[in-house]
């Protein structure tokens, strides 16, 4: 046998058994295809499963967060007989960074416009404390503080505490 043949011999070969591949991924290409967004769905149905109780139980805190932070419950809590103004401002916005920075990582949780929305109340209470204190004259005591705290959030038409609340709820309902 010569060189040339055995070369030829080869390339034949090569030829048909690259063309035997081709034809096997042409006619499997879809099932294999298939196979892998079959896993795929698979992976995220556990995902899903195994995230669903994490993004609940964030919902849940997200809750209890703005409960917490409304200042007829931060009062409630915080209010000591005889309470200089400056020692509850102090406790209040306290509490409420605190629980904030408890609550942070929820927020991978939850859907962005909704922690946008959690985010600024915090930031909207801090400022609602500062702003009354800033109201009271130097010689107030915390019970004047309370009331000025809560004669302002009487005088809001719709609570956003309760709104809050409300959206957070809206945002569980679209889990389902």
Do not use: C
């Given at each position: 046998?010569?060189?040339?043949?055995?070369?030829?011999?080869?390339?034949?070969?090569?030829?048909?058994?690259?063309?035997?591949?081709?034809?096997?991924y042409?006619?499997?290409?879809?099932?294999?295809?298939?196979?892998?967004?079959?896993?795929?769905?698979?992976?995220?149905?556990?995902?899903?499963a195994?995230?669903?109780?994490?993004?609940?139980?964030?919902?849940?805190?997200?809750?209890?967060?703005?409960?917490?932070?409304?200042?007829?419950?931060?009062?409630?809590r915080?209010?000591?007989?005889?309470?200089?103004?400056?020692?509850?401002?102090?406790?209040?916005?306290?509490?409420?960074?605190?629980?904030?920075?408890?609550?942070?990582?929820?927020q991978?949780?939850?859907?962005?416009?909704?922690?946008?929305?959690?985010?600024?109340?915090?930031?909207?209470?801090?400022?609602?404390?500062?702003?009354?204190?800033?109201?009271?004259?130097?010689?107030?005591?915390?019970?004047?503080?309370?009331?000025?705290?809560?004669?302002?959030?009487?005088g809001?038409?719709?609570?956003?505490?309760?709104?809050?609340?409300?959206?957070?709820?809206k945002?569980?309902?679209?889990?389902?």
């Amino acid at each position: 046998m010569n060189i040339q043949q055995v070369l030829t011999d080869v390339v034949v070969l090569f030829a048909g058994v690259f063309l035997a591949l081709m034809a096997v991924y042409y006619i499997l290409k879809n099932d294999i295809q298939h196979f892998f967004s079959l896993k795929n769905i698979e992976l995220n149905k556990e995902s899903r499963a195994h995230i669903l109780p994490l993004r609940l139980q964030a919902h849940e805190r997200l809750i209890i967060f703005t409960d917490r932070i409304n200042p007829a419950n931060l009062l409630v809590r915080l209010h000591q007989q005889g309470i200089g103004i400056a020692a509850l401002q102090a406790g209040i916005l306290n509490e409420v960074r605190s629980e904030y920075q408890h609550n942070i990582t929820q927020q991978l949780y939850v859907n962005s416009g909704t922690w946008n929305v959690v985010r600024k109340l915090k930031d909207d209470t801090i400022a609602m404390i500062n702003n009354a204190v800033q109201g009271l004259p130097t010689d107030a005591n915390g019970i004047e503080l309370s009331k000025a705290i809560l004669q302002h959030m009487a005088g809001i038409d719709e609570n956003p505490y309760d709104l809050t609340i409300e959206l957070i709820k809206k945002d569980i309902q679209k889990l389902f």
